[in-house]
Nanobody
């Protein structure tokens, strides 16, 4: 059974930091590139960062230099350290395999709200 459980979101002021966590089932995590996606109100879901099973990372231009993705292969967990948060980072954040498979669903996500 595929399971994705995101946590760590919250309300933060501009310039603040948050660390997101995602616990994934082994079937989706092991040996695969994992990523963090986000969906802002009225917008399509977008991939913001991913990390290969070997630890190679890539980032969307909008978050590069501010977000850091990491993974713990022993715990089937992927993290997203977010700093220098901006108003436009407000979204629901999800983790999933990259590329996402058509038959794999989404977790419940974790809400990140950046507001003064």
């Amino acid at each position: 059974q595929v399971q994705l459980v995101e946590s760590g979101g919250g309300l933060v002021q501009p310039g603040g930091s948050l660390r997101l966590s995602c616990a994934a089932s082994g079937s989706i995590f092991r040996g695969n590139t994992m990523g963090w996606y986000r969906q802002a109100p009225g917008k399509q879901r977008e991939l913001v960062a991913d990390i290969s099973r070997f630890g190679s990372t890539s980032y969307a231009d909008s978050v590069r230099g501010r977000f850091t993705i990491s993974r713990d292969n022993a715990k089937n967990t992927v993290y997203l350290q977010m700093s220098s948060l901006k108003l436009e980072d407000t979204a629901v954040y999800y983790c999933n395999r990259v590329p996402k498979l058509p038959n794999t669903g989404w977790g419940q996500g974790t809400q990140v709200t950046v507001s003064s």
